[in-house]
């Protein structure tokens, strides 16, 4: 937005005047977007953060509110029959919070008396109650609430008069199963309002046109709106000092403390970005320990403490009592802070969206460029940080892309509509066909579908638990059952949350939730670190971690699964071509010794070819090779090479992966020549070779899990009980699966969860093409004296397992040290 004012046409006048009033001027893309809204079309804005999204968006419906004619108006606070207008999709609670205040204060200085609620698990009994009756004009809410009113018959008549959808951060829903459940929700939505107009709101991206399409299947020429200006973006690397010895391997990067605490100290506030909510952690406790102002000034936020807490950190920033938050993934979506002076992200972001996204957390006022500062931690991390400013530069970002025939999702939808009023089976089937997440539905998974939510599928036919859904005389499939729509109405969502152990004081609040496997381990008196502070557990019951606060200050951090970023694909091939490329960025000269090291000890990556390292240590024969393919690609390429190596020779293999390569370490030394390793790669019978490799039924059994929740086959744990614990969890979908493979094999949710597991697990559709893209590549193999620069982060990561009296860190250390003698 700008600061001059220029005479408005009339179709703009009264959001004009109030622009005006506020010193601003309606940007290009805001006006286009109203426009759009009012000629009755469908679009996607797609525009940064802190650039006046929100009124794009809003404007159109506000501008339309206000042509009503008097008669439509009423008196605020006067009750009139249901007559929800604007519904606004969130992903995050957080947002809900700052979006409702956003949309409050055009309403109020333009005078519609238009009530505004909040619809999410932590909307007030006011905004609960005015939105189960309709009376609220605008309702912000989530996916998951969204879904939740749609199990309530009332609701249908609430929403017919439904006006405007806004889809925000649509972005962070489309490559997920909450994008599908939202994609099942809008389709029910166009069916009751065929009117109504839907806006997406989204970061850039690398696939926008397929966004748009999968958010407006209805509407394929709808407009797509990225005429906002860039907002410009400077990357700043905190780069260690000339001579000075910067580790091979690690992601924690303590050894930057003081670099960052003199940065903090330079500006007023700052959100200090992790990538994990272990390293946020030890971030905090490390910072803790060397904060020289008010210890409330420093605050923690990832998404395992508790809401209090994290609204607590949220609203210190907001009001500048708190000067740093030290957070994860929980604070990249669009929370107005426009008063964070700075953006340090620690370690590679791993991703260019992710960096942008963070880096616009920054001055979040229209108008101003972002800025971010990059901590390595360790030195490869320089190549990944020159890689990304070389990438932005181009203005490359990634793509998302949206799963397909998700039918755990589309049964628990199939029961919130039984629930809420009943549907016909014809009138869904075509209705649901209408989304791009199940476009391609046939009407046999479609009957398969229906037969499980009445009866669970045949094997289960006979066990009254499973029927949940009954057709009655008039043909329409309705839930009957008080306690079927009680727990439904529990389990809704896709979120997959169980194995969580509540942590609290034993006389106080609540602090948050860890993961059971680990506080399992943990007995009576012992110390951890959680929540910005050091705890000793007092008793673990009924789920629940009840804890004091420790003496010592001396307690382990805890870990959580799946919590570690892959490096995207678009990321590690701009790495790969760095790493050859010109020295021509302040990270690239600063990492030039280890790069020099690598070319003289064996080779640098470059496009186009292939480097392959063998060489032997006391832990045996070892081969190392780098498709910069990202770790979930590498896991599956792992079994598969360690597979057709063996049916060379036979041999005892583990194998190693990161987001730059693979090792696979034999126990008996053979040194591959070219055409075996060629042999290796061949992708020819990939899918039998998966299924040799790895132990696919294990696999898809835990797969089943979250499928089997997500579609109803789970009871969910009730109010007032003790949750059930993981192993508990893990029983019961295992014992289904058992029986679901003997007496059912064909059962829908099994074949879904094999194809997950191939899919998403192992991402197939990567794997293959990263086999066809290394057969078109030149071998450069080398048999190197010692490992390399390269090899010692993937040797290090293989020896985590290992038994020792030393812990892992000192034991690379010193691994590290060493090496960098012998190489000089």
């Known amino acids: 937005m700008k600061a001059t004012v220029r005479p408005r046409a009339v179709f703009d006048a009264p959001l004009a005047h109030w622009f005006a009033r506020q010193g601003w001027t309606p940007a290009p893309f805001q006006r286009s ?74 309403i109020e200085a333009l005078g519609l008396p238009w009530t505004v609620a909040m619809r999410t698990g932590d909307a007030s009994a006011r905004d609960k109650r005015l939105s189960r009756n309709g009376q609220s004009d605008v309702l912000v809410t989530t996916p998951e609430s969204l879904a939740l009113l749609l199990s309530y018959p009332e609701t249908a008549d609430q929403l017919r008069g439904l006006r405007a959808i806004v889809v925000d951060e649509w972005h962070e829903l489309l490559d997920s199963k909450r994008g599908v459940l939202l994609q099942l929700c809008l389709a029910r939505l166009r069916m009751l309002s065929s009117t109504a107009r839907t806006w997406g709101l989204s970061a850039t991206l690398g696939n926008l046109a397929e966004a748009r399409n999968v958010l407006l299947p209805h509407a394929p020429d709808a407009p797509i709106i990225d005429a906002a200006k860039p907002r410009s973006l400077t990357l700043e690397t905190l780069l260690p000092d000339a001579g000075e010895r910067f580790p091979w391997a690690g992601h924690l990067g303590l050894s930057q403390l003081q670099r960052v605490v003199a940065r903090l100290q330079d500006v007023r506030s700052t959100l200090l970005f992790a990538n994990t909510r272990s390293q946020a952690e030890l971030w905090h406790q490390a910072l803790q320990s ?100 070389k990438a932005l530069k181009a203005g490359k970002v990634e793509a998302r892309r949206p799963p397909r025939l998700s039918l755990d999702v589309l049964a628990q939808h199939c029961v919130t509509l039984a629930l809420g009023g009943g549907f016909d089976a014809d009138a869904l089937f075509a209705e649901v066909r209408g989304t791009h997440a199940f476009a391609d539905l046939d009407s046999g998974d479609w009957q398969a ?250 696999l898809a059994r835990r797969q089943f899990r979250d499928i089997a929740r997500v579609a109803g086959l789970l009871p969910p744990s009730l109010p007032g009980r003790a949750p059930r614990s993981m192993r508990q969890l893990q029983a019961s979908s295992g014992l289904l699966f058992d029986v679901l493979a003997r007496f059912d094999p064909g059962h829908v949710l099994l074949a879904q969860a094999r194809r997950e597991v191939l899919e998403a697990q192992l991402d197939i559709r990567a794997l293959r093409a990263t086999l066809r893209d290394l057969a078109g590549r030149r071998l450069a193999l080398h048999a190197p004296a010692s490992l390399t620069p390269l090899g010692f982060p993937l040797w290090a990561e293989a020896m985590r397992g290992s038994l020792s009296t030393e812990d892992w860190s000192t034991r690379m250390r010193r691994a590290a040290e060493a090496l960098e003698r012998k190489h000089g």
């Open 449 to 698: 579908v229906l037969e499980f939510i009445v009866q669970g599928g045949a094997a289960l036919a006979h066990y009254p638990d499973y029927h949940r859904v009954v057709r009655d005389a008039d043909g329409l499939y309705r839930v009957v059952d008080r306690k079927v729509a009680f727990r439904h109405r529990l389990s809704i969502g896709t979120i997959a949350s169980d194995g969580h152990v509540s942590v609290q004081f034993a006389k106080g609040g609540r602090l948050g939730a860890v993961e059971e496997s680990f506080i399992g381990r943990l007995r009576p008196r012992d110390r951890f670190q959680f929540a910005g502070k050091t705890l000793e557990l007092i008793q673990l019951k009924d789920m629940t971690a009840y804890v004091r606060l420790a003496k010592r200050q001396d307690g382990i951090v805890p870990r959580w699964q799946g919590s570690r970023m892959p490096l995207s694909s678009m990321l590690g091939a701009a790495v790969e071509a760095a790493l050859s490329g010109p020295r021509d960025t302040p990270e690239l000269r600063a990492v030039a010794p280890l790069l020099d090291t690598q070319a003289r000890v064996s080779a640098l990556p470059a496009p186009g070819q292939l480097l392959v390292e063998q060489l032997a240590t006391r832990e045996g024969w070892h081969l190392f090779l780098y498709p910069f393919a990202g770790r979930a690609v590498h896991e599956g390429l792992a079994a598969l090479l360690a597979l057709r190596w063996g049916r060379l020779r036979p041999n005892t293999f583990g194998f190693a992966v990161n987001d730059y390569g693979l090792a696979l370490t034999a126990q008996a030394a053979h040194v591959l020549d070219a055409d075996q390793v060629r042999g290796l790669l061949d992708d020819g019978p990939l899918l039998d070779d998966l299924h040799a490799a790895l132990n696919m039924a294990e």
């Open 33 to 106: 977007a109203w426009r759009h809204y009012l000629a009755g079309r469908d679009g996607l804005l797609v525009t940064p953060t802190g650039s006046g999204k929100t009124l794009a968006a809003f404007g159109g419906p506000l501008l339309q509110a206000l042509r009503d004619p008097p008669a439509q108006t009423r008196k605020r606070g006067e009750h009139v029959a249901a007559r929800t207008r604007v519904l606004w999709i969130t992903p995050l609670r957080a947002l809900a919070n700052d979006t409702t205040r956003a949309l409050r204060e055009p």
């Open 290 to 389: 060397v904060w020289l102002d008010d210890p409330a000034s420093l605050a923690l936020h990832h998404g395992s403490i508790d809401p209090a807490l994290r609204q607590a950190a949220e609203q210190g920033l907001r009001d500048g009592s708190v000067r740093c938050v030290v957070a994860t993934s929980s604070l990249d979506l669009g929370v107005d802070f426009p008063a964070v002076d700075q953006v340090i992200q620690l370690g590679s972001p791993k991703g260019l969206s992710r960096l942008l996204q963070r880096a616009g957390r920054a001055r979040h006022r229209p108008g101003e460029a972002g800025h971010v500062v990059c901590v390595p931690t360790h030195a490869l991390e320089l190549v990944e940080y020159a890689a990304a400013r």
